[in-house]
């Protein structure tokens, strides 16, 4: 069995990015990790030089500055990392998400498991979203998401966040899939407040905002944020000590907006019948073979 790693970058330093430790996390993992690197301003290219190892692979691509809808851009450049994948399995992961030390044996048997299984075609991780400090989850968004996806499958990315199959010409599908057998920590909303700011700013012309603006960590609905009481990677412990924001509060004047509201119902619907129904970019076979 031959797995892939993938991801893609651009001015990662500038922006505050976990990516060296990302990458390292994923290296015991996997036989090659692709990296789709654009145009940087700063010393990112330097910095994966450094980590000095072989399985390293960079493409150098450009960004299109036209594409400002809905963040496609970023789709294509995670895709020209994948289409450069040559593993059975291909597993993305973004420059400021993590894997696990304690769980990266648990994902390979997973993979090992499903290789030859033609049903399973990807394999979805538990998130935990990190936010406003480290020691804190955010759970309004997704909490799970499809990261490994097999090399055999038809497959596109219509954003950086999941996988379409196209197993006929003009219809699409989400994947389906088994659980990976991991987690992936989140650090995307815990980097220092200024490189965040430095972040929103650069990146919103690609979601067509040219006047996207950072106004703290402060401003979110208290009901979606859950005491983190696990461990973080080995990999991280210098980054969370140095790097990650720490001793984060709610802004208590934060007016609930629409979408909060409509949040914390589903919230109180979990809660009362025991589900658990964030979006999901997958169908999900765990039940049917484990």
């Not at 696990?100 to 049903?119: F, G």
Request: some cysteine; proline content about 4%.
């Amino acid at each position: 069995m031959k797995v892939s790693g993938f991801t893609f970058l651009k001015n990662g330093v500038k922006l505050g990015y976990p990516f060296v430790q990302s990458i390292k996390s994923a290296l015991p993992l996997v036989d090659e990790f692709v990296i789709a690197l654009g145009p940087c301003d700063d010393d990112t290219e330097a910095q994966i030089n450094a980590i000095g190892d072989s399985k390293i692979r960079i493409i150098h691509t450009q960004w299109c500055e036209n594409m400002r809808d809905r963040g496609y851009i970023y789709g294509q450049q995670k895709m020209i990392a994948q289409f450069n994948c040559t593993g059975d399995w291909c597993l993305y992961i973004e420059g400021d998400e993590v894997l696990h030390q304690d769980e990266i044996e648990s994902i390979r048997s997973r993979l090992l498991k499903y290789k030859d299984v033609d049903e399973v075609e990807a394999m979805f991780f538990d998130f935990f979203h990190f936010y406003g400090d480290t020691n804190t989850l955010g759970i309004s968004g997704y909490r799970r998401a499809p990261r490994i996806i097999k090399s055999s499958v038809r497959s596109y990315a219509p954003d950086g966040l999941f996988f379409v199959v196209m197993d006929k010409n003009k219809q699409g599908r989400y994947p389906q899939a088994v659980h990976a057998g991991g987690n992936v920590y989140h650090y995307g909303h815990v980097r220092p407040k200024s490189k965040m700011a430095q972040k929103v700013t650069d990146v919103g012309q690609y979601w067509g905002d040219d006047d996207a603006q950072f106004d703290g960590y402060g401003q979110i609905d208290s009901a979606v944020l859950r005491p983190f009481t696990g461990t973080h990677p080995a990999i991280m412990q210098e980054w969370v000590a140095n790097e990650g924001e720490s001793n984060f509060q709610p802004d208590p004047s934060y007016q609930l907006t629409r979408r909060d509201k409509k949040v914390r119902l589903k919230l109180a619907i979990e809660d009362r019948f025991g589900l658990e129904i964030s979006k999901k970019h997958y169908v999900d076979l765990t039940k049917k073979l484990g």
